[in-house]
Nanobody, 124 residues
Framework: QVQLVESGGGLVQAGGSLRLSCTAS????????VGWFRQAPGKEREFVAA????????RYAAPVTGRFTISRDSAKNTVYMQMNSLRPEDTAVYYC?????????????????WGQGTQVTVSS
């Protein structure tokens, strides 16, 4: 079993930056693909970014490409997401998720373990 804990959310003005962290604990380490998803009020959960175990492969959703950067520190069992040039439409609860396999996916049903989420609010 893997437990994931997100942190780093908060309130920021449009154009600002935040860095989210996702730290894993439990029986296994984060030696697998990890993704970030988000869910805004009244909307479905959507894919944001994903990274493989080595960090050599990443994938981004179109709305965040060029603004968000996903990375990982395997020694710390932590995945980060640097979010720059934030917009009000980025407001959502952000979740990290881990797969059983070390293969990138933008489909939430492919992920087996989920964190509790962290709120990101961007004011205009």
């Amino acid at each position: 079993q893997v437990q994931l804990v997100e942190s780093g959310g908060g309130l920021v003005q449009a154009g600002g930056s935040l860095r989210l962290s996702c730290t894993a604990s439990g029986q296994t380490t984060l030696s697998r693909a990890v993704g970030w998803f988000r869910q805004a009020p009244g909307k479905e959960r959507e894919f944001v970014a994903a990274i493989n175990w080595s960090g050599g492969n990443t994938r981004y959703a179109a709305p965040v490409t060029g603004r968000f950067t996903i990375s990982r520190d395997s020694a710390k069992n932590t995945v980060y997401m640097q979010m720059n040039s934030l917009r009000p439409e980025d407001t959502a609860v952000y979740y990290c998720a881990a797969r059983t396999w070390n293969v990138l996916s933008s489909t939430d049903s492919d992920y087996n373990y989920w964190g509790q989420g962290t709120q990101v609010t961007v004011s205009s």
